[in-house]
C-alpha cells in the first residue's frame, strides 16, 4: 500500500484502514491483548532465563505464542494457496504432518529404534520427508485438478489413512531420535534466545513473500479460482496451477513435521498434529478470506493463525481446563468469523457510514 | 398518483462512493403498457432496476404503487414481489435440475407438504393459458434458453406480479424465440401487466413497447409515446448529441484490398469437437472479416477452434506461411491471436480481480511466471488503456464486476490490445452494449485494421457486420455456406445466403 492519499478511493483514513482485509485479524489481536492486559498485565511479561542446556532463553506467554503458533502460521500459508486455486480445503494435512514425521524418523532412525547416533544427516532426512509429502500433496492435487473430485472429497482419503500410513512406514514403532541436534528444531539453538519455530517461519514467510513478489503464483492461482473457464481462455492451466498449490501446501506440511517431530525427538502418530487442518483452515477464514476461493491476503491469514494461538494460551492463562478448551475456543470463533464475514462487514461500514452522514449535512447547513 | 397508472417513481436519488448513478429520477408505468427503458452503459437503467427491486435502497425520492396508500419502501426483493413487482433477469435465475413445475412453485408453498398432482396441473394450466408448449414434469435444463426465460415469466406472472420487469431477456435468443416471447409479452400486456423492457435492440423497442423512458448520465431525458419518437432521435437522445458520427462510420468505406499475399493466418480443414464441419479459412494483414449466421449457425465455435479454445481434431494451420500448431490458447496467444470472447461474464472477467489486473492478465501469461510486472508498471498499463478506450471505472483498484457491462467488454478489449496481436478474435464485442459504445469498438476496430492488425469480427448485428468488414463467410448449421466480398455485402444477400435452399445466391 502505497501512502499516498488517493483522492478517488473515497472516505477517510480511518475508514480505508477498516475496508482493509488484514484489520480484522488484527483487530482481534488487539481486543485479545486489551482483554489479557485488563485481566491481567503479567501475561505481557518476558524474562531472560537460563534453559537446562545452559543457555540463556526469552520465556513469557508471547513467547509461546510465537513458538506454537508457527507450526499452524506455516501451514495457513499452504492452505491460503489452496483454498484460493480450488476454492476448497486440505483437511489431510494433519494425517501428511504423521506422514511426513514418520519418513523422517526411519530416515534418521534406520531400521534400529533406539540407535546410539542418527543414521543419515538431518538435511538429507528433511529433503525425503519433503519429498513424500509433496507427492501426497500431489496426489490430493491431482485428484482435485485433474479428476475434479471437490477438495473436501478427495482429501478426506488421506485424512482418513494418513496416520495408519505414518505407523506402516515405522512399522507401528516409536523410534527415539538420538542426540540434542535434532531438538534444535522444536526448541532452542545454542546461544539464541529466540525460539527456533519462529525462526523457521519467519524463514518461510520471507520465501512466501518471495515467491508471490517474483512469480505469478498470487495472480494465477486467484485467476483460477474465481473464473477457470477465462483463466484457461488466457492461457493459462488451471489443472497445473492447482496441483502446484497442492504441492506447495506438502512442502509446507513437511517443515511442520518437521518442527512438530522435534518437539518430542519422538512421534505419536495418532496424537500428532490432531486437528491442526481445522485450526488451519480457521487460520484463512479468521483473515478474512474467502473459504470459496478466489481473491487472498496472505499476511492476514499468518496474523490469523498467531491470533488462534494466541487465543490458546490465553484460554491456558486463565486455567481453562483441556478438555473444556475447545468450547471455549469455539464461543470466540464463532463472534471472530462473523465479524469478519463480508456481508457482516459491508453491514458495519454502513452503519459508520450512516452515524457520520447526518453530522455531515448539519455541518453543511451550518 | 395518475389515473391508470400502475408504479410511479418521484424524484429518485441514488448514489455511491464517487458516482452519482441517479439524480431526481422520475418513472411512471401504467396498466397494460410495455415501457422500454433506455440508455447508455452508466445511465443508470441497471441502477433504477435495482432500486425498484430492492437490491440497492434508494438515497431519496418516493415510490407509489397501485393499491398501495403513500409511498412504500423496498428494502429487499421479497418485499419487491410482495409489493408486485418482479424481474426477469438476462441470466436464468431458476434451478436446472428441477422440473418446470417445482421451478414454478418452489419458494411459495404453504406448509411443509407438497400435492404433487394439483402442483403439475396447475403449473399446466398456467403454461397453457400463456402458450408456452412445455410439459410441467420436464426438467427445466432441458428446455431452450428462451422457453426457461418463459417459464421465470409464467413464474413471476403466477406470484400475481402487477409490474414485470424484463432485463435484456432477448440478448441470447434467437429471432424466432424473440417472437414467442413477445407473443407472450402481448399477452401478459391484453391482461394488464405493466412491463418494464430493458434491452439493448432498437428493433425490439419499436415492434413492442408503448412508451419509451431515457436516461442519460443518471438524469430523465425524458418519457415519450413510441410514434413520437423516430428512431434516429432516440438514438440522440441516448447519447446526447447529433448522430454525425454513425454517419461517418457509414461513410468510411473499407478501404481493404486483397493483395494475394500470404495470410498472417490460414487453416485449412480445421475442425474441433463442437460439432462443426472441416472449413478452410484465411486472413490478410490489415483485413477485417466476419462469421455470420443464425446463433447456433457455429460461428463461435469456428473461432474457438482457431484459437484453440476448444479441442482441435484436425486441421492444418499456418501463420505467415509457417506451418504452427494451435492446440490450445497458450498456443494462439504465442503466435500472436487474440481472443474475446463471446460470453463475457462466464469466459472474460475475472471477476473479483481489480481492474488492473484484468488488463495485464493475457499480456502477463505471455510474459511468464517468473516474470511478473512491478505494480508501477501494471498500473502504467491499465492508465495507458483505460485512458486510451475511455474505460469509466473509479480507479485501477476497483474490482471489475462493479463496472458496467460495456465497461467490463472495453477492460477484456484492453486485455489483449495490451498483448499487440497480430490477429485479433472478437466475438460479440457488442453485445449489451449502448450504442455509443458499439460506435467506438467499431471505429477501433476499422482504425486497428488500417494500422495492420487483421481482425475477424463476429455479430448478430448484420448492420455492424456491413460496416466493419470487408469479407463475410457465411455460417449455416455448423458449415461454412458462402463467402461474400465487395458488392455481395448487402444485407438480401446475407439473408439469401443465411437462407439457403433454392434462393440465387450471387
Known amino acids: 500500500m502505497s501512502g499516498k492519499l488517493d483522492p478517488k478511493g473515497g472516505g477517510s483514513v480511518f475508514s480505508r484502514v477498516l475496508r482493509n482485509q488484514i484489520f480484522i485479524p488484527f483487530a482481534a489481536l488487539l481486543l485479545l491483548a486489551l482483554f489479557n492486559l485488563i485481566a491481567d498485565p503479567s501475561f505481557f511479561a518476558i524474562n531472560l532465563k537460563m534453559n537446562s542446556a545452559g543457555s540463556y532463553i526469552l520465556s513469557g506467554n508471547l513467547i509461546s505464542i510465537i513458538d506454537n503458533g508457527s507450526e499452524l502460521a506455516i501451514l495457513a500459508i499452504g492452505m491460503t494457496l489452496v483454498t484460493a486455486s480450488s476454492k476448497g480445503q486440505d483437511i489431510s494435512v494433519g494425517a501428511a504432518i504423521a506422514i511426513s514425521g514418520s519418513v523422517l524418523l526411519r530416515v534418521l532412525c534406520g531400521n534400529d529404534t533406539r540407535p546410539e547416533t542418527i543414521q543419515a544427516p538431518i538435511i538429507v532426512a528433511f529433503l525425503v520427508s519433503a519429498v513424500a509429502a509433496m507427492c501426497f500433496g500431489a496426489f490430493n492435487g491431482v485428484l482435485v485438478a485433474y479428476f475434479r473430485i471437490q477438495p473436501m472429497v478427495a482429501t478426506l482419503i488421506l485424512f482418513t489413512a494418513g496416520r495408519s500410513i505414518a505407523a506402516w512406514i515405522n512399522n507401528n514403532e516409536l523410534p527415539i531420535v538420538p542426540g540434542e541436534e535434532f531438538t534444535y528444531f522444536g526448541g532452542y539453538i545454542p546461544g539464541c534466545p529466540l525460539p527456533t519455530p519462529f525462526l523457521i517461519a519467519i524463514l518461510c514467510f520471507v520465501l512466501t513473500w518471495a515467491m508471490l513478489k517474483f512469480t505469478n503464483i498470487g495472480l494465477y492461482s486467484q485467476s483460477v479460482g474465481i473464473n477457470e473457464k477465462t483463466s484457461r481462455l488466457n492461457g493459462l492451466n488451471p489443472e497445473l496451477i492447482k496441483l502446484t498449490t497442492y504441492i506447495i501446501l506438502g512442502l509446507c506440511v513437511a517443515v511442520t513435521g518437521l518442527i512438530k517431530v522435534s518437539r518430542l525427538s519422538t512421534i505419536n502418530y495418532s496424537v500428532i498434529a490432531k486437528d491442526i487442518e481445522m485450526d488451519a483452515i480457521l487460520a484463512v477464514a479468521l483473515g478474512g478470506n474467502s473459504l470459496s476461493g478466489g481473491k487472498f491476503n496472505m499476511a492476514a491469514s499468518i496474523l490469523g493463525a498467531y491470533v488462534i494461538q494466541f487465543l490458546t494460551t490465553t484460554l491456558y492463562k486463565f486455567d481453562v481446563q483441556a478438555t473444556a478448551l475447545p468450547a471455549y475456543k469455539a464461543v470466540v470463533v464463532i463472534v471472530l468469523v462473523v465479524m469478519s464475514a463480508p456481508v457482516v462487514r459491508e453491514k458495519i461500514s454502513r452503519l459508520t457510514k450512516k452515524i457520520r452522514s447526518p453530522k455531515r449535512t448539519a455541518e453543511n447547513q451550518a | ?506
Open chain 2, 1 to 506: 398518483m395518475q389515473q391508470g397508472s400502475l408504479l410511479e417513481l418521484r424524484g429518485i436519488y441514488k448514489s455511491f462512493p464517487g458516482v452519482k448513478a441517479l439524480q431526481n429520477v422520475d418513472f411512471t408505468l401504467r396498466e397494460g403498457e410495455i415501457h422500454a427503458l433506455m440508455g447508455e452503459n452508466g445511465a443508470g437503467k441497471s441502477t433504477l432496476i435495482k432500486v425498484l427491486t430492492g437490491v440497492y435502497v434508494k438515497d431519496e425520492g418516493d415510490i407509489f404503487i397501485k393499491g398501495h396508500d403513500g409511498a412504500v419502501q423496498i428494502r429487499s426483493p421479497q418485499e419487491a414481489q410482495r409489493v408486485g413487482i418482479s424481474t426477469v433477469y438476462q441470466e436464468i435465475t431458476l434451478c436446472p435440475n428441477l422440473s418446470v413445475a417445482e421451478n414454478i412453485f418452489i419458494g411459495r408453498g404453504k406448509g411443509a407438504g407438497v400435492n404433487w398432482r394439483t402442483m403439475n396441473k396447475k403449473a399446466g394450466e398456467l403454461l397453457a393459458s400463456l402458450g408456452i408448449a412445455v410439459k410441467p414434469t420436464q426438467q427445466l435444463a432441458s428446455c431452450s434458453i428462451a422457453v426457461q426465460q418463459m417459464i421465470a415469466i409464467a413464474r413471476a406472472v403466477d406470484m400475481e406480479c402487477s409490474v414485470l420487469i424484463l432485463d435484456e431477456p432477448t440478448s441470447s435468443l434467437d429471432e424466432s424465440e424473440v417472437a414467442k416471447l413477445f407473443a407472450l409479452m402481448r399477452k401478459l400486456k391484453a391482461r394488464g401487466v405493466g412491463i418494464i423492457f430493458v434491452t439493448h435492440f432498437l428493433d425490439q423497442v419499436y415492434e413492442v413497447c408503448d412508451r419509451i423512458t431515457v436516461l442519460r448520465d443518471g438524469q430523465l431525458v425524458g418519457e415519450y409515446e413510441i410514434e413520437s419518437l423516430p428512431r434516429l432521435q432516440l438514438v440522440s437522445k441516448m447519447l446526447g448529441k447529433e448522430l454525425d458520427d454513425m454517419a461517418d462510420i457509414k461513410n468510411d468505406m473499407k478501404t481493404f484490398d486483397d493483395d494475394g499475399g500470404t495470410p498472417v493466418y490460414e487453416a485449412e480443414n480445421l475442425c474441433s469437437t463442437e460439432g462443426i464441419k472441416p472449413f478452410n479459412f484465411h486472413i490478410r494483414r490489415g483485413e477485417v472479416n466476419g462469421f455470420t449466421g443464425l446463433l447456433g449457425s457455429g460461428r463461435s465455435e469456428c473461432v474457438r477452434a482457431i484459437y484453440g479454445a476448444d479441442t482441435v481434431t484436425s486441421g492444418t494451420v499456418r501463420m505467415d506461411g509457417k506451418h504452427v500448431k494451435i492446440t490450445k490458447p497458450k498456443d494462439a496467444m504465442k503466435n500472436g491471436i487474440a481472443y474475446l470472447p463471446e460470453d463475457r461474464k462466464r469466459d472474460g472477467i475475472v471477476g473479483d480481480l481489480s481492474v488492473r489486473e484484468n488488463i495485464i492478465l493475457a499480456l502477463q501469461v505471455k510474459t511468464g511466471f517468473f516474470r511478473p510486472f512491478s505494480k508501477a508498471k501494471q498500473i502504467a498499463f491499465a492508465e495507458e488503456y483505460i485512458k486510451l478506450l475511455d474505460i469509466k471505472t473509479a480507479s485501477v483498484n476497483t474490482p471489475i464486476k462493479s463496472l458496467s457491462g460495456g465497461n467490463q467488454q472495453k477492460v477484456i478489449l484492453a486485455r489483449w490490445l495490451l498483448t499487440h496481436p497480430k490477429y485479433l478474435i472478437l466475438d460479440e464485442p457488442t453485445r449489451g452494449i449502448d450504442v455509443g459504445t458499439k460506435v467506438d469498438i467499431q471505429k477501433l476496430v476499422l482504425k486497428l485494421a488500417s494500422e495492420g492488425m487483421s481482425i475477424t469480427f463476429i455479430s448478430s448485428e448484420t448492420d455492424e457486420m456491413l460496416r466493419t468488414c470487408s469479407r463475410l463467410l457465411v455460417m449455416r448449421d455448423r458449415k461454412l455456406v458462402g463467402e461474400l466480398v465487395g458488392d455481395q455485402l448487402t444485407q438480401n444477400t446475407i439473408m439469401a445466403t443465411i437462407a439457403g435452399g433454392d434462393q440465387n445466391v450471387g
